[in-house]
């Protein structure tokens, strides 16, 4: 479960995102999931959970958007049928043009009055 | 108060990040790839589901190899180092990444591994073997320096793991079918289908068919190292000359 060691650099990433805000509290963590991504979101939210006490974010809420896989052609760009060949018909190879990476999108902060 | 806009619900804050989850473990293989460039090692990660036949594959490449080229690896393994002493006894120097619970190699791994007694071996071989962990999932997602990706998939796991695996499918450059001697016990199995489930997952599928055992493929597996080796300093050459 690759998904623990992910969670473990998500939080890396919410700590130099927010260093500029010492004082703020991560209340959501915007993360897209690509379908190709090799990433299961129901483990990676398990994870997720199992982790934010230790890791000082108590409040933070995972905020999940699942993003289908679509292939297109790397030569004239034309999208490629879900479960097809991937070899267009003008000869071009297809190209994972959504759905292969995990991403952190942004984080909703709350910073507390001085 | 908002003291950036002046805004009256002071307190809500929105940071846009727009990174990768494994952009630190990217970084990281970015750099271990340049250093192995540098040094003219080509790199080569083996990904399989256990028993697939990569420790097979990778002794039968050292027999091929001996005394024309030099090669090195580094095992993962959950607890054991069998695979890297059956390398070490095929003349491979090698070690073996103990990953305990964890079911992939990442960057950092590897180059802990490199700061060990295999460095030296690791920088001067020609063909640096990575045997990743045995899991069709989570190691493909990590790049770990490599030039190419090689899935090893043996001909005894059906012909639908590409349609049901499709990340690992997805990041490799050459799936090694192995233990194709055993084609003629397995009458449900056709290499064909498993072409046609590859190429729903590759956008450029090459498939080539090795027996480890009776020494089948072995050549056109040999010659496609070697052509990576060359692409790989050729884009050494273009690099010193940019
Ligand atoms: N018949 C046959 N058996 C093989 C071949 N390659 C490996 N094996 C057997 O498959 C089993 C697993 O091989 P191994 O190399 O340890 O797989 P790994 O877990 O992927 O490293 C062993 O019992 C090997 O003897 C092959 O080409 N033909
Ligand atoms: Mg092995
Ligand atoms: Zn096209």
């Known amino acids: 479960m690759h998904e623990a060691s992910l969670v473990m650099a998500l939080f890396d990433q919410i700590d130099r995102a927010v260093a500029a805000h010492p004082r703020a509290r991560v209340q959501e963590v915007h993360v897209r999931v690509g379908e190709l991504a090799g990433v299961e979101p129901t483990l990676l939210r398990t994870a997720f959970e199992a982790f934010r006490e230790s890791r000082g974010r108590p409040e933070a809420a995972l905020a999940l958007i699942e993003e289908p896989a679509e292939w297109a052609c790397a030569k004239c760009g034309d999208a490629m049928a879900r479960g097809a060949v991937l070899q267009c018909a003008c000869g071009g190879a297809a190209r994972l043009s959504r759905g292969g990476d995990v991403f952190l999108d942004r984080l909703e902060l709350e910073v507390p009055d001085v | ?242």
């Open chain 2, 1 to 242: 108060m908002c003291d950036t806009c002046g805004c009256g619900d002071a307190n809500l804050v929105s940071v846009d990040v727009h990174q990768s989850l494994l952009s630190a473990n990217d970084a990281q293989a970015a750099a271990l790839r340049l250093r192995f460039t540098g040094d003219g090692v080509t790199v080569v990660n083996v990904m399989r589901s256990p028993g697939s036949g990569k420790t097979a594959l990778l002794e039968a490449t050292a027999r091929a190899f001996a005394g024309r080229h030099r090669l090195a690896a580094v095992s993962g393994d959950l607890a054991t180092s069998h695979d890297a002493d059956r390398l070490a006894r095929a003349g491979v120097p090698s070690a073996a990444i103990t990953t305990g619970t964890t079911c992939h190699l990442d960057a950092a791994m590897v180059e802990r591994a490199l700061q060990g007694e295999i460095g030296a071996a690791a920088r001067a071989c020609e063909y640096f073997f990575i045997e990743n962990v045995g899991n069709l999932v989570c190691p493909a997602i990590y790049d770990l320096g490599q030039h190419a990706n090689v899935v090893a998939l043996s001909v005894t796991e059906g012909v639908d793991k590409p349609l049901k695996y499709p990340v690992m499918f997805r990041h490799a450059d050459l799936v090694v079918l192995t233990k194709v001697d055993l084609l003629p016990h397995l009458p449900e199995v056709s290499v064909a289908a498993i072409r046609d489930a590859l190429a729903r997952v590759m956008p450029e599928p090459e498939l080539i068919e090795v027996s480890a055992t009776k020494g089948a493929g072995l050549d056109a597996w040999l010659g496609w190292l070697e052509q990576r080796r060359a692409a790989a300093l050729a884009s050494r050459c273009e690099g010193f000359g940019s």
